[in-house]
C-alpha cells in the first residue's frame, strides 16, 4: 500500500490495489443482471416488475459505475478530467443504491399513513447527496460519510415498524455488514487492499439483502412453482 492520502485528497492505490479494486466488483456485475432479471420474472404485476426493476438498476449500476471508475483510474490515470467524472459518479451512485435497496420494502410492504412519506423522500434524499458530491467532491470527507450513514438507517426506522416482519433478520444482518465494512472504506494507506476488502463487504451485505428480497418479497412457495 501506499501513504495515507492528505485531508482533502484521494489515495493513491497500488498497482496490485488497483487490480483488485476492479476485479472484486467487476465480477458481480453478471449476478447482479442475473438477479433483476429473476425478479422481474417474479414479479406478478406492474408494480412489482417497476419496483424490481428499479433495485435491479440500483444494483447494476453500483456494481458497473464502481468497476468502470477503477478501470479507468488504473489503466487511464492520464485522462483526469474522465477520471474525476467517474469518481464523482462512483460516490453519487451509492445514494441511488441505497434508495433502491430499500424500494422493495417500502413499496412492497404494507406502511402507516406518516410511514409511507419514506417512499419518495428517500430520493429526495438520494438527489441532495449526489448535490452535495456535485459541489464538494472530495471535501469534508466525514460530512459524506455522515451522509451515507444517515441515509441508510432514516429508512430502517420505518421498515422496521412494519407489521410484517419477515425478512427483517437478514435486512439488518446486511446492514451491519455495510457498517463493518465502513472501517474498511476509511482506512486506505493504513490497511493494504483495504478499499477492495470494503468491496467484498459490499458484495456480501448486498448478497443478504438480495435473499431477502428474493424470498420474502417475490418468492413464494406457489409462485415460485408457478415460474418453473
Known sequence: ?????????????????????????AFLIVPAIVGSALLHRLSDDCWEKLTAWIYGMGLCALFI???????????????????HCFHMGD????????????????NLRELGPLASHMRWFIWLMAAGGTIYVFLYHEKYKVIELFFYLTMGFSPALVVTSMNNTDGLHELAC???????????????GIIPFAHAIWHLFVATAAAVHYYAIWKYLYRSPTDFRRHL
Open 174 to 188: 446486511g446492514g451491519l455488514i455495510y457498517c463493518l465494512g465502513v472501517v474498511f472504506f476509511k482506512s486506505d
Open 65 to 83: 459505475v464502481s468497476t468502470v471508475f477503477h478501470v479507468v483510474s488504473w489503466k487511464k490515470s492520464h485522462l483526469r478530467t474522465v477520471e
Open 91 to 106: 460516490r453519487m451512485v451509492i445514494y441511488f443504491f441505497i434508495a433502491a435497496s430499500y424500494a422493495p420494502w417500502l
Open 1 to 25: 500500500m501506499n501513504h495515507r492520502a492528505p485531508a482533502n485528497g484521494r489515495y493513491k492505490p497500488t498497482c496490485y490495489e488497483h487490480a483488485a479494486n476492479c476485479y472484486t466488483h
